[in-house]
Nanobody, 126 residues
Framework: QLQLVESGGGLVQPGGSLRLSCAASEVTLDHYAIGWFRQAPGKEREAVSCISSNDASTYYADSVKGRFTISRDNAENTVYLQMNSLKPEDTAVYYC???????????????????WGQGTQVTVSS
């Protein structure tokens, strides 16, 4: 059973950076497409960034393009979300999710993912 654990959230000032980690234990992530989602208070959960299992394809929401970068380290069995130039509107709980699929597929639909982490809070405020 795949278990995902997010870390790296916290409080940061506008313009600052954070790197979120999504780590898995006992099961390797290299056959899984991974998505990062976020949910702000009173809002629906939305896709932020996704990476295919072969790392050939990535997706970024328009609101984070040019500021966020998703990457995978198979040796560490971890997927990262580097977040730069953070804005107050990036404040949310961030979740990683995984689905077992090969190839270059990325998914922005929550229903496509079978495994979810517990979330990590990101707060951007001065």
């Amino acid at each position: 059973q795949l278990q995902l654990v997010e870390s790296g959230g916290g409080l940061v000032q506008p313009g600052g950076s954070l790197r979120l980690s999504c780590a898995a234990s006992e099961v390797t992530l290299d056959h899984y497409a991974i998505g990062w989602f976020r949910q702000a208070p009173g809002k629906e959960r939305e896709a932020v960034s996704c990476i295919s299992s072969n790392d050939a394809s990535t997706y970024y929401a328009d609101s984070v393009k040019g500021r966020f970068t998703i990457s995978r380290d198979n040796a560490e069995n971890t997927v990262y979300l580097q977040m730069n130039s953070l804005k107050p509107e990036d404040t949310a709980v961030y979740y990683c999710a995984a689905t077992y699929v090969g190839g270059s597929y990325t998914y922005t639909d929550l229903d496509e993912y079978d495994y979810w982490g517990q979330g990590t809070q990101v707060t951007v405020s001065s």
